[in-house]
C-alpha cells in the first residue's frame, strides 16, 4: 500500500534545525537498555554532556542547507567538543546532516513550486505536502552528490571525535586523507558499520524499520519516552548493533539482539512482563566499560525521532 502523504506545515531551516536538537534530547531522555540516560551515566558520559552537546548542534543544523554534508559533520562535531570531552554524538551527527539538508532542500523546493503556482511569495502561512517518499528521494540527491571534501571534512570530525572501537581498515582509512567520496567511503565500510550502510542505502533503516516503529508506538503509548524505548527495542533486535560488534564480537551482537527480541516477545514497554524483561536487558548490558552499550542503535532512533517530528511539531 503506498504512503499516504500527510500535509505539514512549510518549516523553516531554524524550526529545522530545532527538531535535530529536540530528537537528540529527547533520545538520551528516554529510558533505553544500555544507554547513557537521565536515569544513567556512564564514568565517562554523563546525561549533562549529550544535552550540551544537543544544544551545540544547533549552528552547525541551521547551516546545513548553506553547506556540505561534510563541514556540517565537522562543524557540529567541533563545536560539541568546546564543550565536552567525550564523544556523545558523532553517529547522531553523521546521520543528521544528510537528513537536515535533504529537509531542507524538500521544504524549500515545494515553497517555491507553490509560491510559482500562486503567483505570489510563499508567507508563513503556506502549507505544502511533503511525504516520507519525496524525502527520501531527496535524500538520495543529497547522498549521491557526496564529494571527496565531505569526505574530508567528515574524517576530519571523526578524527576529533575519537569514538572509540573503530579500529584500521584497508581501504579508506579515517586515519589518512581520503581520496574518494563520503558515500564510497561509507559504501566501503557499510558490512562492519550500521551508520555507513545507511549513507549506501538511503537510510533503509531509519526508514524502513525504525521510524515505522516509532510511529506505531506512539500511536498506540501516546508517550513519546515510552515510544522511543519500543522503536529502539525493535531496531536493536532487527538490526545487531555495529558498536558493540566492534566492541565484543558479531556473535555478541546477534546475541543482544536475541534478548531484544525475548523482551518484545512478551509486549516490550507495552506490558508487565515486557519491563520486567526489559529491566533484565538493562542491567545486562551495563558491564563496567559500557562495551554492551547499544550505541548504534541509539543513533538510528535520533535519526527516526527527527523524522517524526517534522510530522508532528506537536509531539513533545
Request: net charge neutral.
Amino acid at each position: 500500500m503506498p504512503a499516504v502523504e500527510k500535509e505539514i506545515p512549510i518549516i523553516s531551516r531554524t524550526r529545522i534545525a530545532q527538531a535535530a536538537q529536540l530528537a537528540c534530547l529527547l533520545e538520551v531522555s528516554a529510558p533505553k537498555p544500555g544507554n547513557v540516560n537521565r536515569h544513567n551515566d556512564f564514568a565517562d558520559a554523563r546525561f549533562a554532556d549529550f544535552v550540551i552537546s544537543a544544544v551545540a548542534i544547533g549552528p552547525a543544523m541551521e547551516g546545513a542547507a548553506r553547506t556540505g554534508v561534510g563541514h556540517t559533520i565537522w562543524r557540529a562535531i567541533r563545536d560539541t567538543q568546546r564543550l565536552v570531552r567525550t564523544n556523545t554524538n558523532l553517529g547522531m551527527v553523521l546521520l543528521l546532516a544528510p537528513l537536515v539538508k535533504a529537509c531542507s532542500y524538500t521544504h524549500s523546493s515545494q515553497a517555491e513550486r507553490k509560491a510559482r503556482a500562486e503567483g505570489q511569495r510563499r508567507n508563513s502561512q503556506t502549507r505544502s505536502k511533503v511525504g516520507d517518499a519525496e524525502l527520501r528521494e531527496s535524500l538520495a540527491q543529497v547522498l549521491a552528490a557526496l564529494t571527496v571534501e565531505d569526505a574530508l571534512r567528515a574524517y576530519a570530525a571523526i578524527r576529533l571525535a575519537r569514538p572509540g572501537g573503530l579500529g584500521q581498515t584497508s581501504q579508506a582509512d579515517v586515519a589518512s586523507e581520503p581520496s574518494i567520496t563520503l558515500y564510497q567511503a561509507m559504501a566501503l565500510a557499510q558490512e562492519r558499520d550500521a551508520l555507513a550502510r545507511e549513507y549506501a542505502t538511503d537510510f533503509a533503516i531509519t526508514f524502513e524499520t525504525s521510524y515505522p516503529a516509532l510511529k506505531d508506538a506512539w500511536h498506540v503509548s501516546g508517550d513519546l519516552s515510552t515510544a522511543i524505548v519500543q522503536a529502539h527495542l525493535t531496531t536493536l533486535a532487527q538490526v545487531p548493533d555495529t558498536l558493540i560488534a566492534r566492541k565484543r564480537g558479531t556473535d555478541m551482537a546477534v546475541q543482544v539482539s536475541r534478548w531484544a527480541s525475548d523482551v518484545l516477545a512478551v509486549g516490550g514497554v507495552f506490558t508487565a512482563q515486557g519491563q520486567a524483561k526489559l529491566a533484565e536487558l538493562d542491567r545486562a548490558l551495563r558491564d563496567e566499560g559500557h562495551t554492551l552499550n547499544p550505541g548504534t542503535t541509539a543513533d538510528l532512533t535520533t535519526a527516526a525521532i527527527f523524522l517524526l517530528l517534522l510530522h508532528d511539531w506537536q509531539v513533545p
